[in-house]
């Protein structure tokens, strides 16, 4: 690939991760708005008592930055969040978000990571995402297959309102060693995968 191919699948990258980003805040502002607090609370869920401590851009960012997925397993979480019918709160946006993301990567991607790489990546525990990976293939159906008629919906829906001077211009890194990693935390998860956490499952 030439400098000038990378350099445009670079800015397209970033239009799409803007159009996640803004998509899913988008959601999840409405997902507070019709919250009646009876909701049944689910591995998704952050502890209502702390707000998470990285702004879901930086969270995303972070993610291409380290992960080095592709444009199309970023569309393709777009298109399993969707699937998965999960009312995006504040609460649940990143959970539900980095479990997407990780799912598409091992779909899509050629070089995918360890689930232990991207607990680190994702600023949570092993135990945690192999449970948040099991919730969206669950909440799925185990159905993963992206439509060219279904990507090409999504993709176009996450780039409509974004332009190239919006992109964040964003380098994959891939670090060979956790190390590397700057440690990033996200709120501390609800009682439900507490619970879980107890007895190792």
């Known amino acids: 690939m030439g400098k000038g191919s990378a350099a445009r699948e670079v800015t ?9 980003v803004e998509e899913v805040e988008v959601r999840a502002r409405k997902g507070d708005a019709l919250a009646t607090g009876q909701e049944e609370v689910t591995v998704f869920d952050a502890d209502k008592g702390a707000a998470p401590t990285v702004g879901l851009k930086e969270y995303v ?7 080095g997925c592709s444009k199309m397993s970023v569309v393709m979480a777009s298109a ?7 009312q995006l709160t504040s609460f649940n946006m990143h959970r539900t978000l980095l479990a997407s993301l ?4 091992k779909f899509h991607d050629d070089v995918f990571y360890s689930n232990t790489f991207y607990s680190a990546v994702g600023g949570s525990t092993l135990a945690e995402v192999n449970r ?14 992206v439509s060219k008629e279904e990507y090409e919906t999504r993709l ?22 956790f190390e590397k990693l700057t440690p990033v935390t996200i709120a501390p998860p609800s009682c439900v995968d507490r619970f879980f956490g107890l007895f190792g499952l």
Do not use: F, N
């Open 156 to 177: 176009a829906a996450l780039m409509r309102s974004h332009t190239v001077a919006s992109a964040p211009m964003i380098s994959p890194k891939h670090p060979e060693k």
């Open 80 to 86: 399993y969040i969707e699937r998965s019918g999960i």
């Open 102 to 105: 990780l799912v598409a990567a």
């Open 12 to 20: 397209s990258l970033g239009l799409v991760c803007a159009g996640l």
């Open 61 to 67: 960012e972070r993610w291409i930055t380290y992960s």
């Open 132 to 145: 948040l990976e099991r919730a969206i293939l669950q909440a799925c159906e185990w159905s993963m297959l």
